[in-house]
Nanobody, 122 residues
Framework: QVHLVESGGGLVQAGGSLRLSCVAS????????MGWYRQAPGKQRELVATITSGGREAYVDSVKGRFTISRDNAENTVYLQMNSLKPEDTAVYYC????????????????WGQGTQVTVSS
């Protein structure tokens, strides 16, 4: 019932920038938090950045100072501004949303987008 669509990936040179967007749609009561994960070939998926509904941000150490997560709660959208990109940032980036489906039950479930490819050339 929850659909996440990522956009904004692409191919950039090292030092370049990209801005990823993720829009949540469907049937749900609220989104508690949204975040971005990434998975490189042969690697496990890792959390890159997360933001709560209250606007608190957290980042993996490797992207601190380069990436900025933000959100528009009114539009159920999360963004990831990626600056000073490095080849090691190359991965499929996935949007995640922790969604409370129903107002009458306090259960939240993680939902995932299909991913958007980010490739950084050296």
């Amino acid at each position: 019932q929850v659909h996440l669509v990522e956009s904004g990936g692409g191919l950039v040179q090292a030092g370049g920038s990209l801005r990823l967007s993720c829009v949540a749609s469907g049937s749900f009561f609220s989104i508690n938090a949204m975040g971005w994960y990434r998975q490189a070939p042969g690697k496990q998926r890792e959390l890159v950045a997360t933001i709560t509904s209250g606007g608190r941000e957290a980042y993996v150490d490797s992207v601190k100072g380069r990436f900025t997560i933000s959100r528009d709660n009114a539009e159920n959208t999360v963004y990831l501004q990626m600056n000073s990109l490095k080849p090691e940032d190359t991965a499929v980036y996935y949007c995640n949303a922790r969604v409370r489906t129903y107002a009458y039950t306090p259960v939240s479930v993680d939902h995932w987008g299909q991913g958007t490819q980010v490739t950084v050339s050296s």
